[in-house]
């Protein structure tokens, strides 16, 4: 009897070794759940941003300053001549008095020297008609001893005559190209003093340009959004190097939405997709209009141009969210998006079993997905129920009671 009893005790010990673990009871209320479907799944990407003007210009500084005065405060409405901020620098007021002195003089010099070379010109001038008219008297002298009979004038005086005719027709000559020559003489000083002269108005030009540029302008029409930079606003009294950033710019009215995706769901983002963002204001429909080649902080930043105007409120630097459409996926099996699903993976699931008492874990294998939806290639059919909530701390079990 005794080894009946242990035999029995043997059995039941065997027995309950055997059995499974009981299936822990889930609390229904906490679980979310979804059905499988068939049909069009939009695959969208989203995420959030802020709404930025489509056109900035940052206004810098041309040259070194101290700033004096700011007579514009940002959020005012400025035109492209409005003076924003008026700097000073001493050392560039007088290199501009110089560059006025140095024009000033330059003028003078190529005054006198016009006068000088026209001098020049009408003494040579004298010169070239003095030597023609002395030509002219020996031609005649020539000419007039050639005609009287050779009796009446002896033969070394006409010999005399010609030599003297010939000279001077030499010295005539010569004359005459000196007189070419100092013109092209006077042309090439004129060229000279004429670059010289350019060059310092040039010089002066640019500081004009320079002093002017002390009188920070707009240069848009626009909104100024901001003076300086965010960790150094501008203040009076502070200096400034050249190239300083000194204001910034929008158009208000012309803002898109730069939206950050995260990078594993960029790289099906082109441009000209159909895109909705949510001003918590209204929706406005848009479109794909860049997409930033670089990753920063795991996102991608996309720019929306916006479709349609925008709500009242609307401004730069407005939080947003952004949905952009990827595709349209015709005919095709899909649920909501699990916590633990990702795109194109394999994952174990809970599915609604004996009439939404219990759930049994399957393997699901998922395709592609949207921002609330996937696409379920093998494991579930049309009708079936499964939980979309954190499983996980019931992994080691294969089944759960729903109450």
Same mark, same amino acid.
Do not use: C
């Given at each position: 009897?005794?080894?009946?009893?242990?035999?029995?005790?043997?059995?039941?010990? @065997?027995?309950?070794?055997?059995?499974?673990?009981?299936?822990?009871?889930?609390?229904?209320?906490?679980?979310?759940?979804?059905?499988?479907? /068939?049909?069009?799944?939009?695959?969208?990407?989203?995420?959030?941003?802020?709404?930025?003007?489509?056109?900035? /210009?940052?206004?810098?500084?041309?040259?070194?300053?101290?700033?004096?005065?700011?007579?514009?405060?940002?959020?005012?409405?400025?035109?492209?001549?409005?003076?924003?901020?008026?700097?000073?620098?001493?050392?560039?007021?007088?290199?501009?008095?110089?560059?006025?002195?140095?024009?000033?003089?330059?003028?003078?010099?190529?005054?006198?020297?016009? !006068?000088?070379?026209?001098?020049?010109?009408?003494?040579?001038?004298?010169?070239?008609?003095?030597?023609?008219?002395?030509? %002219? %008297?020996?031609?005649?002298?020539?000419?007039?001893?050639?005609?009287?009979?050779?009796?009446?004038?002896?033969?070394?005086?006409?010999?005399?005559?010609?030599?003297?005719?010939?000279?001077?027709?030499?010295?005539?000559?010569?004359?005459?190209?000196?007189?070419?020559?100092?013109?092209?003489?006077?042309?090439?000083? @004129? !060229?000279?003093?004429?670059?010289?002269?350019?060059?310092?108005?040039?010089?002066?030009?640019?500081?004009?340009?320079? *002093?002017?540029?002390?009188?920070?302008?707009?240069? *848009?029409?626009? *909104?100024?959004? =901001?003076?300086?930079?965010?960790?150094?606003?501008?203040?009076?009294?502070?200096?400034? &190097?050249?190239?300083?950033?000194?204001?910034?710019?929008?158009?208000?009215?012309?803002?898109?939405?730069?939206?950050?995706?995260?990078?594993?769901?960029?790289?099906?983002?082109? #441009?000209?997709?159909?895109?909705?963002?949510?001003?918590?204001?209204?929706?406005?429909?848009?479109?794909?209009?860049?997409?930033?080649?670089?990753?920063?902080?795991?996102?991608?930043?996309?720019?929306?141009?916006?479709?349609?105007? #925008? &709500?009242?409120?609307?401004?730069?630097?407005?939080?947003?969210?952004?949905?952009?459409? @990827?595709? =349209?996926?015709?005919?095709?099996?899909?649920?909501?998006?699990?916590?633990?699903?990702?795109?194109?993976?394999?994952?174990? #699931?809970?599915?609604?079993?004996?009439?939404?008492?219990?759930?049994? /874990?399957?393997?699901?294998? #998922?395709?592609?997905?949207?921002?609330?939806?996937?696409?379920?290639?093998?494991?579930?059919?049309?009708?079936?129920?499964?939980?979309?909530?954190?499983?996980?701390?019931?992994?080691?079990?294969? =089944?759960?009671? @729903? %109450?």
């Amino acid at each position: 009897m005794v080894l009946g009893g242990l035999a029995l005790i043997t059995v039941i010990t @065997l027995g309950l070794a055997r059995l499974k673990p009981a299936a822990p009871p889930v609390e229904r209320g906490s679980l979310l759940f979804d059905t499988v479907k /068939r049909g069009e799944l939009v695959r969208q990407v989203r995420g959030n941003g802020t709404l930025v003007p489509q056109e900035i /210009r940052w206004i810098p500084t041309i040259s070194p300053g101290r700033v004096e005065r700011i007579l514009i405060l940002p959020g005012a409405r400025v035109k492209a001549d409005t003076v924003l901020v008026e700097l000073s620098n001493p050392d560039l007021t007088q290199a501009e008095f110089d560059a006025e002195s140095a024009v000033k003089t330059a003028v003078a010099d190529e005054a006198n020297l016009r !006068v000088t070379l026209e001098s020049q010109k009408l003494t040579q001038r004298s010169a070239v008609a003095s030597a023609h008219a002395n030509y %002219n %008297n020996a031609k005649l002298d020539l000419e007039a001893n050639e005609n009287l009979s050779s009796n009446l004038v002896p033969a070394i005086i006409l010999k005399q005559s010609k030599v003297k005719a010939e000279e001077l027709a030499s010295v005539l000559e010569i004359e005459e190209e000196r007189l070419k020559i100092g013109a092209d003489a006077a042309a090439a000083q @004129l !060229v000279s003093q004429e670059t010289k002269l350019a060059q310092l108005r040039g010089q002066l030009e640019l500081k004009h340009r320079q *002093v002017e540029g002390l009188r920070i302008r707009a240069g *848009v029409d626009g *909104v100024l959004q =901001r003076l300086g930079d965010l960790t150094n606003p501008l203040q009076e009294g502070q200096q400034l &190097p050249a190239g300083a950033l000194v204001a910034r710019v929008a158009e208000p009215a012309r803002l898109k939405a730069a939206i950050k995706i995260p990078e594993t769901q960029a790289k099906d983002v082109q #441009l000209d997709q159909i895109a909705e963002i949510d001003t918590r204001n209204g929706v406005i429909p848009g479109h794909v209009l860049r997409v930033d080649p670089a990753v920063e902080n795991g996102t991608v930043t996309v720019d929306v141009a916006l479709d349609a105007p #925008l &709500p009242k409120g609307a401004r730069p630097d407005l939080s947003v969210d952004g949905t952009i459409e @990827l595709e =349209r996926l015709k005919d095709v099996l899909y649920v909501g998006r699990p916590v633990q699903g990702q795109p194109e993976s394999l994952v174990s #699931l809970f599915k609604v079993a004996e009439g939404g008492r219990a759930a049994s /874990r399957v393997q699901v294998k #998922l395709g592609r997905s949207s921002v609330i939806a996937i696409e379920i290639v093998q494991g579930l059919q049309i009708g079936d129920t499964i939980i979309l909530s954190d499983m996980s701390q019931w992994d080691a079990f294969e =089944r759960v009671r @729903l %109450n």
